[in-house]
């Protein structure tokens, strides 16, 4: 059992009082994809930085080419476990404007939510362990070590972030990572992810001609590289969504006959899902529950297509080029460099004229965290605490590159605490968080680094 | 045998004359597609109605929603019979101008040829039946009665030309329609088109999700547009290029064994092609010559192809829609409007929801001439009388709509007699007619109207 330093429960008027600091972080329009934002995320990352101060943290707010990285550490006690908390001040663009009930920026409180652009992804969640931090230090010393690591351009794809984790090492040394990035699996049902998928895109550009031909004057006699793109889509995955690239299920971990129960005990309704998405019926591997495809299985996607005549009205042309992207979400342990090559040789077997295949951007590697892992039991007794229901473990199907990247560069395992829900329109109008949930998510983070203490 | 009424041959000097009267055409930039060019074209309709009442025709200009037709009539002898020779005085717009060595209003004369944008497409092959008219009838009454149709939008679909057909009818009537706005099969080698293919054009529309959505978060158990639209592609045609539409190919005339071997006389390297076109190999129906494969088999072709995230970069969308365009080329005796509900009704089987098909245009008709038809025997023997070799039969992978539509409103077949070559350059920069087929055409016109006088 662990020990209490204090106690994990917040009083109305402190919750009043976060809230309050919340809204002033929610008016920062720190849109880093739009560069007319550019001084409001700066005035963000400011803010951000004097934020941390108050709560009692050493604040250094380095600058990068892009937006700066704010680094917060409270208490730097050696015989205590170090939790390296991760989170961005950066919020996706609110746009379209005309579909949000009250302005993105004007932080308001209603029917239980706070609906304000950032609120749920991620400066709500981020805000859950700053006012924890703050709240257990009126208590007494921190039961653990904290580094705030807190960046603005997660909505940008990072492009800084790793260099600047590689250059401060020794600054960022603990014991494990925190990253409340991802939703929990439903109301009143609070989850830990334990996994990750990795991501591997690419464009495939085919030309099967010198230039686009007459389909009158040639058509019977000379390939469409559309017809040619299609064929070799066709071949890349069967109806099933069995992928057919040689070795590409190779290094998947089977699924243990205890994931197999745990997913079969998660809410799931496959009548609901596919009312929600408007979706005839699901696809995806026969045999496996739809988790288990989500979250457990790789799998491979033609994102977008073009080629030929795509404007106006007819024009009939037989095509000489024809492109698409793909992308693979990869699991452990999947390596995106194997695969990659692996994708390179069966198109060169499928298609050996005329196809070039580019690698867009690094992959990001699948990651995992063992349930069993100290932080993860701590976090799971925090959420408990806090929801008064055991959370349950999930897996998640998208990519949070940095986790990989504390692994690789820090040897970190991450706790993936979900703090918000899976319908509270992040990226979307009227992204919102609820009340209880920001309120819960204090007391989760405060009873967490409770249990961690030891 | 023929009764000749004239002789058909051209001094220097009326050669010269005419080129210079073909030059001040050519230099109207009598663009269609482009508003800015509008004055122009109207200038180059009075023009063209001003040259055929010099040459020696009642010419009446009418006006419709769009560019005016011109008509003129040479020759009203009931006991004569009387061809229509149908053309266009307007021209493909001449982008992109740089690649011009000469400017394309600015006719030139340079190594054998006229260099200007229409002179071969249409308005040198159509000048050539003019001069033909106008020398014949300096050596006494035409053999023939001649109507020109020159119209000022064929080059944006012919929109207001088979309303004034069918308006005009009576006063359309004749024998036999001449077209000149194909190629010779080759330099030197006369030839006769007895078929063309029609069209049919739609496009294909797949919904599949009400929305797109997140790779990561769905992609292993929701239904993808462009995966599903590459399915049902690919159930269009197999690799083969047979065409997998139930009965597509009943009404398909089967080559009888002349044809087959007058193709295989005709001139084709199959090397050669396929190093012009930038093409691995050919494709298409075993077993046919690729002439028949161009000219009398019908094809599909998907035209166009678009769906998802098509911009820079990547982005992780599992599309919810992707679209298509598709043309099939018919032949003889295929019906656009039966052919389109064999592919409605074949695409409900494979693709039973989420589909919308939208037919663009009113299909075009194949079209047939008979070699034996008295019209294309005349024609025939005036290649031979130009040219001093006898012409080969040949057919047209493309669409000439008109020709199918003088058929049904006036009950007259066409003789489609091209006077230009395959490199002349059309729709490109630096088109181009070569003096000795302007020449040659001239003197297989006057031939032509002799030979078909009785």
Not at 110 to 131: E, F, T, W
Not at 361 to 381: C, K, L, N, Q, S
């Amino acid at each position: 059992m662990s020990l209490n330093h204090g106690v994990a429960s917040l009083s109305d008027d402190r919750f009043e009082y976060h809230l309050d600091r919340l809204e002033e972080w929610l008016r920062f329009p720190s849109v880093s994809a739009d560069s007319g934002y550019r001084s409001d995320v700066m005035a963000c990352a400011a803010y951000t930085a004097r934020r941390l101060e108050e709560i009692g943290a050493a604040v250094t707010l380095t600058e990068t080419p892009g937006f700066p990285v704010v680094i917060g550490k409270v208490a730097t006690d050696p015989s205590k476990p170090t939790v390296l908390i991760y989170g961005h001040y950066d919020v996706q663009p609110p746009d379209p404007l005309g579909l949000w009930e009250t302005p993105p920026f004007e932080p308001t409180r209603r029917q239980g939510q706070i609906y304000a652009r950032g609120v749920s992804d991620d400066k709500g969640q981020i805000y859950c362990h700053m006012a924890a931090v703050e709240e257990l230090l009126k208590q007494g010393p921190l039961p653990v070590n904290v580094i705030f690591l807190i960046e603005g351009e997660e909505e940008i794809g990072s492009p800084n972030l790793v260099p600047f984790v590689e250059a401060h090492k020794t600054d960022l040394q603990a014991t494990v990572a925190l990253v409340s990035d991802t939703p929990m699996i439903a109301k009143d049902r609070p989850s830990l992810c334990t996994s990750l998928r990795g991501l591997i895109y690419f464009e495939l550009h085919l030309r099967v001609l010198s230039g686009d031909l007459h389909s009158g004057q040639h058509g019977g006699t000379v390939p469409n590289a559309i017809h040619s793109l299609v064929s070799l889509i066709s071949k890349l995955k069967d109806d099933d969504g069995i992928v057919q690239i040689p070795g590409f299920y190779d290094e998947v971990r089977p699924l243990s006959a205890e994931q197999i129960q745990s997913l079969e005990d998660l809410p799931f309704n496959e009548v609901e899902y596919c009312k929600t998405l408007g979706a005839q019926k699901l696809v995806g591997e026969p045999g496996f529950h739809p988790y288990a495809r989500r979250w457990y299985r790789p799998t491979l996607d033609v994102n977008g297509i073009w080629g030929g005549y795509t404007g106006e009205g007819s024009k009939t042309v037989i095509p000489a080029v024809a492109s698409c992207k793909v992308s693979m979400r990869l699991v452990a342990d999947q390596n995106p460099d194997v695969m990659i090559d692996r994708v390179k040789s069966y198109l060169a077997t499928i298609c050996p004229v005329g196809l070039s295949v580019t690698v867009k951007e690094p992959g990001a590697m699948p990651a995992r965290v063992a349930t069993d892992h100290p932080a993860v039991r701590a976090a799971a007794r925090g959420l408990e605490t806090a929801f008064g229901v055991k959370p349950v473990f999930q897996g998640e199907g998208g990519t949070i590159p940095i986790v990989a990247e504390f692994k690789r560069i820090l040897g970190l395992d991450t706790v993936l605490m979900g703090l918000n829900l899976p319908d509270d329109g992040i990226h979307a109008p009227n992204e919102r968080m609820s009340l209880a949930n920001i309120r819960s998510g204090i007391v989760a983070s405060m009873a967490f680094m409770q249990e961690y203490s030891n």
